[in-house]
């Protein structure tokens, strides 16, 4: 099975000059990636443009609305996404917790439109206990789970490679054992290494890191050759 990297570009950079440039130099610089799949999760308007230059690399987008169409002012659906060339949906990042107030609820309405319009799904989640809700009525196999400590967002502090194995041993317990587990929180070009071969995720799913351009193709060649 390939290895996954999901680069979360959050809500940067702030031109379209910018983020070609970014998506550009990331593709430049990945050369040929043998055992690995990178997919860039850019925001929602950069994601037309970066269509026409993907080929090596694959898009997904940040979050969908759980509505196909229709009056949901300011929302943009799973079946838009697919249509722009979208494959991969990140659903229920701790950011969209917390600022959005998004439920596992909700969240579970956002993955079943996700996977009825035919987008892999990524699930963030910080504690197994979210995983029961947000997966009610979807067959586990077809979700990407991606475990997020929220202490290790963008804070430079990682779990050991120990505490983080039992956290995807515990997960793996509660989806199926095919189902793709990543680790996401200050992942960089040193600590990747531990979170594949120590703890046994399937991936990575990269933030700060993923906006620079060096780190991040160091990053994938480590993970590629683990
Ligand atoms: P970080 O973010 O790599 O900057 O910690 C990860 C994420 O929030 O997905």
Known sequence: MKKLIV?????????????KKLFNSIKKGLGVVKNTKVIICPPFVYLEELAKFK???I???QDCYFQEKGAFTGEISAAMLKDLGCDYVILGHSERRKYFSETNVLI??????ALEKGLKPILCIDSTSQIKQCLKGILKE?????????????????PS???????????????????????GGSVNAENVEGFIAKSGFNG???????????EFINIVKVVDRT
Not at 7 to 19: G, I, S
Not at 146 to 158: D, H, L, Q
Not at 161 to 183: G, H, R
């Open 108 to 113: 579970n309405k956002k993955l079943k439109s």
């Open 59 to 61: 898009l997904g987008a």
């Open 142 to 158: 077809k979700v990407i789970i991606a475990y997020e400590p929220i202490w290790a967002i963008g804070t430079g502090k990682v």
């Open 55 to 57: 080929r090596t690399i």
């Open 7 to 19: 680069a979360n570009w959050k809500c940067n950079p702030t031109t379209l000059n910018q983020a």
């Open 204 to 214: 990575v799913l990269v933030g700060g890191a993923s906006l620079k351009p060096k």
């Open 161 to 183: 490679p120990a505490q983080a194995k039992s956290f995807n041993v515990k997960i793996k317990k509660l989806v199926t054992n095919n189902t793709i587990v990543l680790y």
